[in-house]
């Protein structure tokens, strides 16, 4: 199946920090990305969505100015979380599909990113 | 938006058990995905399976779309088999955007 990767594992950083997350699509192209976040004893909840070659959508709630999407390439989307507060420490995962019609694909998804904001 | 209920909420099994998770929905789908998210958080793939049944070893799956629903079943429980599976589904009009399910916490002991 395909792969995706996220990068980095696990970041600690201090309030007021911006941190940046990619997700790698390894083996194919991908066109969209989604990023989701979890939090502890909680199912995913999509944040956005990422477009290659345009702006990202995003869901209602999300703040899109705090929660920046590039999708620069078919292969990597990075979301960096800017001026990061402790309500912010979550687990952020992205999945990507393979091309073709999007709805019907199978997404596969990144082994996530724990955030620790101090 | 759609809703997703998954059932039962916490399973505990002795290994070699049987068992089956449910997963109902509020409205058509064109794609639903079970899930199993280790204890590392990783979400593997178990099934896309939007309607029709598919097997693959010891776990099957079965979505009867007409009647929204879906059920993953687990035969001769192992340890590994703990985690917490999702179910997720897109309708034709929200794009691929997944809608996850609760979860269901599944513990299988020794």
């Known amino acids: 199946g395909a792969v995706v990767s996220q990068h980095p594992s696990r970041v600690i950083c201090k309030s007021g920090t911006s941190v940046k997350i990619e997700c790698r699509s390894l083996?194919?192209?991908?066109?969209?990305m989604f990023w989701y976040r979890q939090f502890p004893k909680q199912s995913l909840m999509l944040m956005a969505t990422?477009?290659?070659?345009?702006?990202?959508?995003?869901e209602q709630g999300v703040e899109k100015d705090k929660f920046l999407i590039n999708h620069a390439s078919l292969t990597l989307s990075t979301l960096t979380v800017t001026s990061a507060h402790p309500e912010d420490s979550s687990f952020y995962i992205c999945?990507?599909?393979?091309?073709?019609?999007?709805?019907?694909?199978?997404?596969?998804f990144g082994p996530g990113t724990r955030l620790t904001v101090l | 938006g759609i809703q997703v209920e998954q059932s039962p909420p916490d399973l505990i099994l002795q290994e070699g058990a049987n068992s089956t998770l449910r997963c109902n929905f509020s409205?058509?789908?064109?794609?639903l995905q079970w899930f199993h998210q280790n204890p590392w958080g990783q979400l593997i793939n178990l099934f896309y399976?939007?309607?029709g049944t598919k097997q693959n070893g010891r776990l099957s799956a079965t979505t009867v779309a007409t009647e929204r629903y879906s059920l993953l079943y687990i035969s001769s429980s192992q340890t590994t088999d703990s985690g917490v599976y999702f179910c997720?589904?897109?309708?034709?009009?929200?794009?691929?955007?997944?809608?996850f399910g609760a979860g269901t916490q599944v513990v299988v002991t020794p």
């Open positions: 999945s990507a599909s393979e091309p073709g019609q999007i709805s019907t694909d199978t997404q596969y």
């Open positions: 083996d194919f192209q991908a066109t969209t």
């Open positions: 990422s477009n290659e070659g345009s702006k990202a959508t995003y």
């Open positions: 409205d058509s789908v064109n794609n």
């Open positions: 399976i939007p309607s």
């Open positions: 997720a589904v897109a309708t034709t009009d929200s794009w691929g955007k997944l809608q």
